[in-house]
């Protein structure tokens, strides 16, 4: 038998668009997805120190947790004080209560009476910032 008219399997379907030796790019995403489903907007900026990020955050937050805190916990932190405010207030009107309450948790979180730190400011500076809403 012969079997001229039969594909043989040396044969390969080659595209024409692109060589086949370069590399594709790899488009960045804008978005940093991590394991804990919090959704961090790329800056370019690299957190190595406190101090990229002094500029990023109130001074308030700032001055009161970077003593205590590295770079990364203090973002983390001024998300937590950020989600837990009212919209309505600025930190900087009410600095020195916003300073009074963090120092108070920052106290019990290192003398151990709290063991949730996230948990326990958002709930310190949710009740803060409703207490400075309606008095004012």
Not at 77 to 106: C, M, N, P, Q, W
Not at 110 to 123: C, F, R, V, W
């Amino acid at each position: 038998m012969n079997r001229q008219n039969e594909p043989t399997a040396e044969l390969k379907e080659t595209s024409t668009d692109a060589p086949s030796n370069v590399e594709k790019e790899v488009e960045p995403s804008v978005l940093n997805h991590s394991n804990t489903n919090t959704y961090v907007l790329e800056t370019g900026v690299t957190l190595n120190s406190a101090r990229a990020i002094k500029n990023a955050i109130p001074e308030v937050i700032y001055n009161t947790l970077n003593p205590f805190f590295n770079a990364k916990d203090l973002q983390r932190l001024t998300g937590v004080v950020f989600r837990a405010k009212t919209s309505k207030l600025h930190i900087e009107s009410y600095s020195d209560a916003f300073t009074d309450a963090l120092l108070d948790v920052i106290r019990r979180y290192k003398e151990g009476t709290i063991s949730n730190l996230d948990g326990y400011l958002y709930a310190t500076i949710k009740r803060l910032s409703r207490r400075l809403f309606l008095a004012s």
